[in-house]
């Protein structure tokens, strides 16, 4: 057998096939230990949950084993940006360096895919909402003539999230499959055939979990079948895949299942049934539905748990009502299918509505059989025994005039790890996976009993190039003034960064109050600094500004706390206010709170204090991104110092030079603008 691992060194010494292809490459310790760690566990298809630090170059370090070992694999990234990045320059440059002819293959799901069907009825239905999706389906109708792929990401002038791409794209819904008269030039079915013939397929996470739900409901794999897989950015993995295996339907589901189905059986069938009857007996029982939910005490867009529903005998009710109302048109649809494409799509929604309907209806089913389920006592709050416990997590959300159902497994480790084949490798990778050099959360959390783990630390120079500082004098976070008090320690470190930095807040409110505070202060002090704040553009676009403006802030929330790489001087402070608990009102987590509990566990120490160590660990890792980097990273929260759990915190950040003093900072900002 030949000694690949001893290949894939030569492969990252200095002079090597990658040194010798790779502008600027040179040869990193921890790299070369994290390549052949991966090479082993692709060698014994074994299970590797590898953290590796920011500059250790984890890209290359899996690219190389994978290549060489050969047989098919799978790449799954945590966002479309970087499956693109890694489909188009990283793949390439390591496959040209080793001189290997490997076919590779990039799939998304099918939404990011023009559909011939769709595209042809919306151009000829000709109903648009304005002019500019007028000149929007005028380039995606020229863009179909000639992509080869037909993946809008290629499309620049039309932007992603553009209304228009939901009229031209399909749904596992409304997708014809070999109905399609279009069905031999689909862009989604070649892609998937690219992909099966491919050696190396790029996918996201998304288009991973959501095979994975299809699977568990007995559905074909999206997925080809693979020796290795890789999973980049795998901390993303527990809460996606969370999201994935959520199930829920809501009041808009229904209501345009039963208007669709009107307006098609009028068009295609008219004389079959009543249509309007049937499709209104689905609007009555979907209104009476809304309000069994009603009474709940909770502003519109929170969310209300099972035991929160204020009666669940009529909830009960509602729900099966609703049922045997969609079957009653759904039956009738199916019976009617042959006459018309359409009407046979429509019906396709029918079983799916009521399967994740039926979740309810057990619930409500098992609470009554369960003793104590009954109403605790006439006119009381409904009491939920703490015995029923199917492995679910139930709640509602509801809007004006409007209710969503959710339903989520309450541990994902079964569903994703019982699905792996026989003998495929799995390589999992993030630079934040363990709490204090500790993988279980992580492996516990996907069922991942029995990984080898391993850390390798980034090669960057933190204590010389950064600071911690955690400044004296703000407010406890539970303090009402904590905002003001965080700016207000927040102002004579932007001045001594001249801007700069990435403020990230915990709660889109403190978002609107830092950003407003901070404006008040920039006027007060004559900065004319641009201030960004989330909300006001796409993110993509405020990433740009902020990356290309001078002394720029921006202040943003959760979706800025990963994934955001600006390298130099653009970003020389990082600002974080609170510790990055999660809500409260998190369903999910509050079941789990509970279930932890019920167990004789300790939830925060388990659950809430690992979570938050780890987006803490992703917010830290926005500041150094190269070599070159330095900065300051802020952290207002005084519960990081002086609680004995923020020991467990700190520890697992870069190791940081620690500071309480504002003149510290001032003095390295001041260093360092000497040394320019």
């Not at 200095?14 to 070369?32: H, V, W």
């Not at 991966?38 to 290359?60: C, H, M, N, P, Q």
Request: aromatic content about 8%.
């Amino acid at each position: 057998m030949l000694d690949i691992e001893a290949d894939v060194r030569e492969v990252f010494a200095d002079g090597g096939p990658l040194a010798r292809k790779i502008p600027g490459y040179r040869a990193r310790t921890q790299q070369i230990e994290l390549a052949e760690a991966i090479s082993r566990a692709i060698r014994d298809r074994g299970t590797l949950v590898a953290e590796a630090g920011t500059g250790t170059g984890k890209t290359f370090a899996y690219l190389v084993p994978v290549l060489m070992h050969g047989g098919k694999a799978l790449i799954s990234t945590g966002t479309k940006t970087l499956q693109d990045q890694l489909f188009a320059r990283d793949l390439p440059a390591v496959r040209d360096a080793l001189g290997l002819p490997v076919t590779t293959a990039l799939l998304k799901g099918r939404s990011n895919y023009v559909c011939h069907y769709h595209l042809e009825r919306t151009v000829g239905d000709g109903r648009l909402a304005s002019r500019a999706e007028v000149a929007q389906l005028r380039k995606i109708e020229r863009f179909a003539k000639v992509t080869r792929s037909g993946d809008k990401a290629e499309l620049a002038e039309v932007p992603e999230n553009a209304d228009i791409w939901h009229r031209v794209t399909s749904t596992r819904d409304n997708c014809l499959g070999s109905d399609c008269p279009s069905y031999r030039e689909c862009f989604v079915m070649q892609a998937r055939k690219r992909a099966v013939e491919a050696d190396v397929v790029v996918v996201n996470h998304a288009l991973f979990l959501a095979d994975l739900a299809l699977k568990d409901e007995g559905i074909t794999d999206l997925l080809p079948a693979a020796d290795t897989v890789v999973f980049d950015e795998a901390h993303q993995l527990p809460a996606a895949a969370t999201r994935f295996l959520d199930e829920s339907v809501s009041s808009h589901q229904l209501l345009e299942f039963a208007r669709d189905a009107i307006v098609t059986g009028l068009s295609h069938a008219r004389e079959s049934a009543d249509w309007p009857v049937l499709g209104q007996a689905v609007e009555q029982a979907t209104r009476e539905l809304c309000l069994s939910c009603a009474a709940v005490d909770k502003l519109p867009g929170q969310r209300s748990t099972f035991d929160q529903l204020p009666n669940l005998e009529e909830f009960g009710a509602a729900v099966r009502k609703v049922i045997e109302a969609v079957h009653a048109l759904g039956r009738i649809l199916a019976a009617a299918g042959e006459r018309h494409p359409d009407l046979a799509l429509v019906a396709k929604r029918g079983p799916d509505l009521i399967a994740r309907l039926a979740r309810w209806t057990e619930a409500c089913e098992g609470v009554a059989a369960a003793p104590g389920g009954a109403q605790a006592e006439e006119g009381g709050a409904p009491e939920v025994p703490a015995e029923f416990d199917d492995g679910w997590v139930r709640w509602v959300e509801t809007g004006n005039g409007h209710v969503r159902l959710h339903t989520a497994p309450l541990s994902v480790a079964q569903a994703f790890s019982q699905y792996r084949p026989a003998g495929q490798a799995w390589i999992l990778t993030s630079a934040t996976l363990s709490v204090r050099e500790d993988f279980s959360h992580f492996t516990r959390q996907l069922g991942l009993y029995g990984a080898e783990t391993g850390r390798w630390e980034s090669p960057f120079d933190y204590a010389t190039n950064g600071r911690l500082f955690v400044p004296h004098g703000v407010p406890s976070p539970q303090d009402p003034r904590f905002t003001e008090g965080f700016v207000e320690a927040l102002l004579p470190v932007l001045a001594a960064s001249r801007g700069s930095a990435l403020v990230l807040c915990t709660t889109l409110r403190a978002v609107d109050r830092v950003a407003e505070l901070l404006q008040e202060a920039f006027r007060e002090r004559g900065w004319e600094w641009p201030l960004f704040k989330q909300g006001e553009r796409s993110r993509r676009e405020l990433l740009e500004r902020f990356r290309t403006s001078q002394h720029a802030v921006l202040v943003g929330s959760a979706s800025f706390w990963e994934g955001i790489d600006v390298p130099g001087d653009a970003l020389t402070l990082v600002a974080i206010d609170k510790l990055p608990f999660a809500p409260p009102d998190d369903p999910v987590l509050d079941a789990r709170i509970r279930a932890c509990k019920k167990r004789g566990g300790n939830p925060f120490f388990e659950y809430q204090l690992p979570e938050a160590a780890i987006a803490l660990k992703q917010g830290a890792g926005r500041l150094i991104r190269t070599e070159k980097d330095w900065g300051v990273l802020m952290v207002a929260d005084r519960r990081l110092v002086e609680k004995p759990y923020g020991k467990l915190l700190w520890r697992g950040l870069p190791p940081f030079t620690r500071t309480r003093s504002v003149e510290d900072v001032e003095a390295f900002y001041a260093q360092r603008a000497g040394a320019a």
